[in-house]
Antibody
Framework: EVQLVESGGGLVKPGGSLRLSCAAS????????MNWVRQAPGKGLEWVSS????????YYADSVKGRFTISRDNAKNSLYLQMNSLRAEDTAVYYC?????????WGQGTMVTVSS | QSALTQPASVSGSPGQSITISCTGT?????????VSWYQQHPGKAPKLMIY???NRPSGVPDRFSGSKSGNTASLTISGLQAEDEADYYC??????????FGGGTKLTVL
């Protein structure tokens, strides 16, 4: 079964850091671009970052550039998002969908809450 | 990176057809045939319904169709069913090699 499972979310204070993980299974992870997309409570979807299959190309939304770092380990079938200098407005469910211009597989998401 | 513009809500009765618009610019929707549509039920992850403007992934009913004219893309759902009630989001590839989503449209089946 093709599956993505996000983990690593939790409660963190403003200015703090958190590392999210996304475990992939059921497909050849190393062949696909991967992404992070977030959704604040009661709000719409926001694209956060993308990484190509071999990590050659990496892109960020302006809202997280300089604070978040996307990476992947194809040997471990895993995607990561290192989040530093967290702000209240980063509070959201974070998803790690598969794909380049269309996101065809999504996990259940992991909740990140930034609050003092 | 401005969000694409969608109507906040649309509604229709069972069996009817509805269309959701998604307006961008020549740097995103109008410049590329990489518009996607996602359906999201409350508390669930989004589901890809349309990719590359008008293509349906396997398993998506043919009641769902997509199109584009200029800087505006559209999702049409024909033969509306109760289970179609959900939030719908469009997205587009952009000239900056980024992805931008629309603000979302809440579909109510009356």
């Amino acid at each position: 079964e093709v599956q993505l499972v996000e983990s690593g979310g939790g409660l963190v204070k403003p200015g703090g850091s958190l590392r999210l993980s996304c475990a992939a299974s059921g497909f050849t992870f190393s062949s696909y671009s991967m992404n992070w997309v977030r959704q604040a409570p009661g709000k719409g979807l926001e694209w956060v970052s993308s990484i190509s299959s071999s990590s050659s190309y990496i892109y960020y939304a302006d809202s997280v550039k300089g604070r978040f770092t996307i990476s992947r380990d194809n040997a471990k079938n895993s995607l990561y998002l290192q989040m530093n200098s967290l702000r209240a407005e980063d509070t959201a469910v974070y998803y790690c969908p598969r794909g380049e211009d269309a996101f065809d597989i999504w996990g259940q998401g992991t909740m990140v809450t930034v609050s003092s | 990176q401005s969000a694409l513009t969608q109507p906040a809500s649309v509604s229709g009765s069972p069996g009817q057809s509805i269309t959701i618009s998604c307006t961008g610019t020549s740097s995103d929707v109008g410049g590329y045939n990489y518009v996607s549509w996602y359906q999201q039920h409350p508390g669930k992850a989004p589901k890809l319904m349309i990719y590359e403007v008008s293509n349906r992934p396997s398993g998506v009913p043919d009641r769902f169709s997509g199109s584009k004219s200029g800087n505006t893309a559209s999702l049409t759902i024909s033969g509306l069913q109760a289970e179609d009630e959900a939030d719908y989001y469009c997205s587009s590839y952009t000239s900056s090699s980024l992805v931008v989503f629309g603000g979302g449209t809440k579909l109510t089946v009356l």
